[in-house]
């Protein structure tokens, strides 16, 4: 039955369905960025005033777990992406690199594939793609 689901997405829905995988993890790598800069967690200061804890301060401490959660959720998806991709073969992992992460011109693969060629390997692409992630 899996194989029958799978064969009945075509080659558009498939395509639609690892664009959105790729957006969140471009967001993921972006997100990284930004926690990665030296303004995105709040600055601990010590001065040695004793304050009570109000409602300031946990919503400090919410941003702040909120940041933790978001890196540790981005550093999975890119790990997993990145895992995938590993895995591929050579030439599929070149044509999804090229297509959702780099965002290549449409046509860039003339030069390297026949056009039959070039669809059925990115079609074996996005098969194995969207196995690894039915398995996860």
Same mark, same amino acid.
């Given at each position: 039955m899996k194989?029958?689901?799978?064969? *009945?997405?075509?080659? /558009? *829905?498939?395509?639609? %369905?690892?664009? *959105?995988v790729f957006k969140e993890y471009q967001y993921?790598?972006?997100t990284l960025e930004k926690i990665h800069d030296e303004n995105y967690f709040p600055k601990?200061?010590?001065?040695? %005033? %004793?304050?009570?804890q109000t409602s300031s301060y946990q919503f400090y401490e919410? #941003?702040?777990l909120h940041r933790l959660d978001q890196m540790?959720?981005?550093? /999975?998806l890119i790990r997993f992406v990145d895992e995938v991709l590993? #895995?591929?073969?050579?030439?599929? =992992?070149? %044509?999804?690199? #090229?297509?959702?992460i780099d965002h290549a011109q449409t046509d860039w693969w003339k030069d390297s594939y026949a056009r039959s060629s070039y669809? =059925?390997?990115?079609n074996r692409a996005l098969d194995h793609m969207l196995e690894y992630?039915?398995?996860s």
């Open positions: 194989e029958n689901q799978e064969k *009945a997405l075509s080659l /558009k *829905a498939k395509d639609e %369905i690892l664009q *959105a993921a790598k972006e601990v200061h010590f001065d040695y %005033i %004793i304050h009570e919410h #941003r702040l540790q959720n981005s550093q /999975k590993a #895995r591929l073969p050579p030439k599929e =992992r070149e %044509i999804l690199t #090229r297509e959702y669809y =059925r390997t990115k992630l039915m398995l």
